[in-house]
Structure formats: structure tokens, C-alpha cells
């Protein structure tokens, strides 16, 4: 916000002093000094970034979300589980979030039929939301939202606490690691891609499908040695490396980075006003590099904004609009914050006045279903449940 920005015109000086003064405690004056020719400014930023307050707000209002979800989801299983001895809760119905594939599912058989699913239709809006905000608001999703990704970039934080440092690994691993998230969709999005809206219909509607939700606590609640083992070494991982489960496993964030790609917000850095200091590679927690780029075009960029925070000189590194766009080419990072939170309670809010939020199952089925979760297992193909 231009009314934010206080800024000082630091007087041109010679390029060498700044050269020889890198990495010293006088190399910020120094490269703004260096880079200050006489045809050129350099202008130090003194406004108070607010983007990552923003952010962190997000992080923990949603994480907060989901330990509430979490606690009712919970009891609402009790309920069922205890014969009703323990009070009823209503189902949240925003635990589909949880359910990727399925909100996958549903959305085809939308596509196919054009009618909205009876069972865990919220999956499906919420994963419409989240992939909608990737087409406008690149990753949003993964770092203003996501619990897992607050919880895998807070255990990257502890990780730095404790060792001094992040490890990165080398570009041999790293690249083909990162490949492991889209092989993990790719196989997602063959299995869904080869259902038919009657198959759907049959999968979410058998005992499998309508617990799916019910059966992801259990995985929690009844965690046995191999998940904890795997869960253990995820835990480890991400404190040894930042965001070790996003940026190489999770299949939902390689599906929300091929649609960032096509998100009209970029990164964009002004050669002429960047002093190369380094400090938004530094902090980039997708290790891109910022300070080599002259537009952040990358799948693996979530819109964190970290690179923006640090950036010790005014102008340097923007929130843009493609040049081809008629709007102001800079935007304040609460157009993005504002952007991302009129996006997901708009499209929720949609399916809830709609009436589509909750899934349309008699509680006398889940009075059946819900303590046998665990039996259920899931339809296979050529199951008569998928062809009937
Ligand atoms: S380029 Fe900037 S916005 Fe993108 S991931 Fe890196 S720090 Fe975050
Ligand atoms: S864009 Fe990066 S390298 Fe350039 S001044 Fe800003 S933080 Fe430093």
C-alpha cells in the first residue's frame, strides 16, 4: 500500500565498496550504495510487510478448522460407536477435505451427469475450490491453507532450531524426488479416469465408499507399527528438510502446481532495483531461484510471499499481473489474502446455501456402518457393487 511505503533515495556511490563489503555487517548499505549509480536509484524499503503476518493467520485459523472438524468428526463416530450412549453430534461435513479421491471421484461423475453426488459431495467442492485457487492464486492452497503443510513447514522451523539448518539435497535427488508427487497423481488420475459415472455412483455407495471418512480416523486412531514407522520417518524428514512431504509425496499439491501454472499472479523481479543480495533464494522454501529469475513461473512455487518479506529493497521483487493485463501491475499482498478467502467462502458457501454441503445418507445406514468401519473394504474391479 503506497500510503505503507516510507522509502529513502540512498546517495550513488561507488561499486566497488559494496562489492568488497559483501557478507560483512555493512553488505546491505554497501549494495545499496554499489548498486546506486548516477543513472539509477536504488531505494531501501522501510515499509513493514504485513504478508506474512497474514499468512500466518491463515495457517493457524485453518489449522484451528481442522482440529475442530477433527474433535466433532470424532464424536460424531462415538455416537454410533456407543450405541447412542454418547450424545449425538451432527456430522461436519467439511472432513471431505480429507478426501481427495474421492472429491476426484465426484467430480467426474459431476462432469458425466451433470448432477451433483449424493455421497461426500463437500470433497468434491472443496477440491474444486482449492483447484480453482491454484488457477488464480498459484499454491495458495499449500502454503496460507493446508494443515499439513503449516504442520510440515513449522517442523522445518523446529528442524532449523535444533541442527542450525535446513539440509537441501543434492540436485541428482532432489529432481527425480520431486517427480515421486506426479507419478502418485498420474496413477490417481488413471484409476479415476478409468470409472464410469456408474461405477462411481457404486463405489461411494457401498459400505466402502460412505465410511471412507470413518475409516481415515481409524487409520489415526488405531495406527499400527508400520504407520507409525512411516509416519515417524515423514516427521523426521520434514525436519531435516523444509516441507519434505510437499515438495516430493503429496499427489494433491503436484495437481494444485500444474494449475498455478496458469495463475495470472507471478513473482517478477526488477533487475534494475535488485541488489543481488540473495536473501528471497535464501528464503524460499521451494529453494527457487528467486535471485537468478526474472519471473517466478514455477509449479513449485506456492505464493508464500517469503521471497516478498525479505526483500530489502523497494521494488526489486513484486506481486504481478502479466503485462498483457489492464490492471495495476503491482499488487498489495492483501488482494491476494483478500483473493484466497473470498474464493473458498464464496464456493463453500455457494454449496451450503445451495444445499449441496452434506452428503444425503439415512443416519439409520451409518447407525449400521459406522461401527464396522473397519470391514469394509474397498470394491474391487469387477465387484458387482461398481457394475450394478
Ligand atoms: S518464489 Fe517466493 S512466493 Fe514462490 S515459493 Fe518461493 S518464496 Fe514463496
Ligand atoms: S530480489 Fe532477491 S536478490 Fe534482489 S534485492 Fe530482493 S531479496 Fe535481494
Same mark, same amino acid.
Given at each position: ?6 522509502? $529513502? ?6 561499486? !566497488? ?8 555487517? $555493512? ?9 546506486? %549509480?548516477? /543513472?539509477?536509484?536504488?531505494?531501501? !524499503? ?21 482440529? *475442530?472438524?477433527?474433535? #466433532?468428526?470424532?464424536? *460424531?463416530?462415538?455416537?454410533? $460407536? ?9 456430522? =461436519?461435513?467439511?472432513?471431505?477435505? *480429507? ?13 458425466? /451427469? ?21 488457477? &488464480? ?9 493446508? =494443515? ?20 537441501? @539435497? ?9 517427480? &515421486?508427487?506426479?507419478?502418485? @497423481?498420474?496413477?490417481?488420475? *488413471? ?9 462411481? /455412483?457404486?463405489?461411494? #455407495? %457401498?459400505?466402502?465408499?460412505?465410511? +471412507?471418512?470413518?475409516?481415515? &480416523? ?6 499400527? /507399527? ?79 510471499? $517469503? ?10 521483487? #513484486?506481486? +504481478? ?7 495495476? #501491475? ?32 439415512? &443416519? ?8 464396522? +468401519? ?6 474391487? =474391479? ?7
Amino acid at each position: 500500500m503506497a500510503s505503507q511505503l516510507h522509502s $529513502e533515495i540512498l546517495n550513488p556511490e561507488n561499486e !566497488r565498496a559494496g562489492v568488497a563489503a559483501v557478507g560483512s555487517a $555493512e553488505s546491505k548499505d554497501a549494495l545499496f550504495k554499489a548498486r546506486s %549509480s548516477a /543513472t539509477e536509484k536504488v531505494i531501501r !524499503r522501510t515499509d513493514r510487510d504485513y504478508s506474512q503476518h497474514l499468512r500466518r493467520g491463515y495457517q493457524f485459523a485453518f489449522l484451528l478448522m481442522n482440529v *475442530w472438524l477433527g474433535g #466433532q468428526f470424532y464424536l *460424531w463416530v462415538r455416537h454410533y $460407536e456407543t450405541a447412542g450412549a454418547s450424545a449425538y453430534v451432527s456430522r =461436519p461435513a467439511g472432513v471431505e477435505g *480429507w478426501l481427495p479421491i474421492a472429491g476426484m471421484m465426484n467430480f467426474k461423475y459431476f462432469l458425466l /451427469t451433470g448432477r451433483v453426488p449424493e455421497v461426500h459431495p463437500a470433497a468434491m467442492f472443496l477440491l474444486v475450490t482449492f483447484v480453482a485457487m491454484s488457477f &488464480l492464486f498459484r499454491k495458495a492452497f499449500c502454503s496460507w491453507l493446508c =494443515p499439513v503443510g503449516t504442520i510440515s513447514e513449522y517442523l522445518g522451523k523446529v528442524g532449523k532450531k535444533v541442527f542450525g539448518r535446513n539440509f537441501h @539435497l543434492a540436485r541428482w535427488v532432489d529432481i527425480p524426488l520431486r517427480g &515421486l508427487k506426479y507419478l502418485l @497423481l498420474g496413477f490417481f488420475v *488413471w484409476a479415476v479416469s478409468s470409472m464410469s459415472a456408474q461405477a462411481i /455412483t457404486g463405489f461411494m #455407495q %457401498s459400505p466402502y465408499g460412505i465410511v +471412507a471418512d470413518v475409516k481415515m &480416523l481409524n487409520f489415526f486412531r488405531f495406527i499400527g /507399527t508400520t504407520g507409525l514407522i512411516v509416519l515417524g520417518g515423514l516427521l523426521a524428514a520434514s525436519l531435516l528438510v523444509q516441507n519434505f512431504w510437499c515438495r516430493y509425496l503429496c499427489p494433491y499439491g503436484a495437481l494444485l502446481g500444474l494449475a498455478s501454472v496458469f495463475s495470472p499472479f507471478r513473482i517478477r523481479r526488477n533487475e534494475a532495483a535488485c541488489i543481488d543480495c540473495a536473501k528471497c533464494a535464501k528464503a524460499c522454501p521451494s529453494a527457487l531461484p528467486v535471485d537468478k529469475l526474472l519471473t517466478i513461473k514455477s509449479a513449485e512455487c506456492t505464493g508464500c510471499l $517469503e521471497c516478498l518479506a525479505v526483500c530489502p529493497s523497494d521494488g526489486a521483487l #513484486q506481486l +504481478a499481473l502479466p503485462r498483457l493485463i489492464p490492471a495495476p #501491475q503491482r499488487m498489495p499482498t492483501w488482494v491476494f489474502a483478500a483473493g484466497v478467502a473470498v474464493m473458498f467462502f464464496g464456493i463453500v458457501g455457494f454449496a451450503k446455501a445451495a444445499g449441496y454441503w452434506k452428503s444425503d445418507v439415512p &443416519l439409520a445406514v451409518y447407525q449400521q456402518l459406522v461401527p464396522h +468401519a473397519n470391514e469394509a473394504s474397498h470394491p474391487m =474391479p469387477g465387484d458387482p457393487a461398481l457394475t450394478e
